[in-house]
């Protein structure tokens, strides 16, 4: 409060000050404000510039400034709306154009990102930041041929950018062209080992956690790989010790170590996600042999008992991410269309903060069941959440790590992609070569989730109907 009043009564002093005798003032205004923004005082740099733009709607520097700090603090719709304004200020503004699009792409607002982006690369072609971004969000946006004509430019002009490689990686994995991904992994770094023409008889080879638990959980399958040549399998789980108690079911894994742990002894080092560099893989060769993890069968008989008076079709949902803003979140009223369906129960998979024994959907016709505030709790990560899916008949997910659990305990499992997908699920595809079993549903446009799950909801009559 102190520091609103401050900065009124500062605002009306400057009033009278500011005048046709003294223009200079708010380039004063902005020194100062340049001077805390140097020292890491943004808050107070932003007062500073406020000010100076306040006071002088045509200064594009304030606007430029004051944009560029918002940026940084991470305060995007702020920025946004000032950068729009030096856009107008001066439409041709190579880092108005620049600052606006990055406020935009920070929103998740791609398409019209790549289209500032675009206009800024028209007015100066040499900036390598212009370059990256509209290779980036074209890669983004699926316009692939655009993507990797750029990326390829951008690396012949500037060999030593490590991010263009990583985008072309990026974009050949999405595309399913595996080979020419890993060129382009080697060409950014990537020294994973390549085992397929090692002996790996007695060698120990070690597995190192990267990713979320997903995707641990997704590409723990290539131990298998280095296993079937004989391989002793070491799975350093740092940063993700708490799913030792699940992958401990898994049978071609030999020994877990936890952070911090000695791998001097290891023939191999590796990350998991490497599998398609270190195993020469392609689209065809991917290992599905599933299911590879496993439910505890005393978690499952459990909640057996806890699922058995309800004769329903039994669906698990999961529907949010590891983030609020995260583009594969769904509302969870979304789902409230497949509630239409009649004969069919819903059940949450994700853990409960409070004693509350159903989600607030807004719908009261829409009733997703929780299943107790102890869930996946006592028993390990993702222990119950494994026992419980194997109890239900069908499981509807984002993609998340409860979709490549599903996926790897071999379960039916519809997940529902955002448009702005990982190279994974590559392009168009309605099945995925990870998990024979999974069905995909992609959204059309970011932000608009209801076409796709119309779709859920007609694959679902149809498959109540022919079960």
């Not at 397929?196 to 008889?201: D, I, R, S």
Request: proline share 3%.
């Amino acid at each position: 409060m102190k520091r609103i009043i401050l900065t009124i009564i500062t605002s009306l002093l400057i009033s009278t000050i500011v005048t046709k005798e003294n223009p200079n003032f708010v380039y004063q205004l902005l020194a100062n404000g340049k001077h805390f923004e140097d020292k890491g005082d943004n808050n107070k740099a932003i007062d500073y510039y406020t000010l100076a733009e306040s006071y002088d709607q045509k200064n594009i520097d304030a606007k430029l400034l004051l944009a560029s700090v918002l940026t940084e603090k991470k305060e995007y719709q702020k920025a946004e709306k000032i950068a729009k304004k030096a856009t107008e200020l001066q439409p041709k503004s190579f880092k108005a154009l620049m600052l606006y699009a990055e406020a935009l792409e920070h929103q998740n607002q791609i398409e019209k990102a790549q289209r500032f982006y675009e206009q800024a690369f028209i007015i100066n072609s040499h900036s390598r930041k212009a370059w990256h971004k509209v290779g980036m969000t074209a890669l983004r946006q699926h316009d692939f041929a655009k993507s990797i004509a750029i990326n390829k430019y951008m690396d012949l002009a500037y060999p030593g950018l490590k991010g263009t490689k990583i985008n072309l990686s990026i974009a050949y994995l999405t595309l399913g062209n595996y080979p020419e991904a890993v060129v382009w992994q080697k060409k950014a770094g990537n020294n994973a080992p390549l085992l397929t023409k090692e002996n790996l008889n007695g060698k120990k080879v070690a597995f190192y956690a990267t990713g979320g638990f997903g995707d641990t959980m997704h590409f723990i399958r290539y131990a298998k790989l280095a296993k079937d040549k004989g391989a002793y399998i070491i799975i350093y789980s740092k940063g993700h010790g708490c799913l030792k108690k699940l992958i401990s079911n898994c049978p071609f894994i030999d020994e877990i170590r936890e952070h911090p742990a000695d791998l001097s002894d290891a023939d191999y080092k590796l990350g998991l996600v490497d599998g398609i560099l270190s195993f020469e893989l392609t689209v065809d060769t991917i290992p599905a042999d599933i299911p590879y993890l496993f439910a505890d069968e005393k978690l499952v008989k459990k909640w057996q008992t806890k699922f058995e008076s309800d004769k329903n079709f039994k669906i698990g949902l999961c529907w949010n991410g590891s983030a609020a803003a995260d583009l594969r979140s769904i509302p969870i009223e979304s789902f409230a269309a497949l509630s239409e369906i009649p004969g069919i129960s819903f059940y949450s998979l994700h853990m409960n903060k409070d004693d509350s024994k159903t989600v607030d959907t807004g719908n009261p016709n829409f009733i997703v069941n929780r299943l107790g505030k102890d869930f996946d709790k006592k028993n390990g990560a993702f222990m119950d959440t494994a026992a419980v899916m194997k109890n239900l008949n069908l499981i509807i997910t984002i993609d998340t790590s409860i979709a490549h659990l599903a996926g790897a305990l071999g379960l039916d499992v519809w997940t529902i992609l955002p448009f702005e997908t990982e190279w994974r699920w590559m392009l168009e595809r309605k099945d995925t070569p990870w998990y024979p079993q999974m069905k995909l549903f992609r959204q059309e446009k970011t932000f608009v989730w209801k076409p796709v799950i119309q779709e859920v909801k007609i694959a679902l009559k149809e498959h109540m109907k022919n079960r």
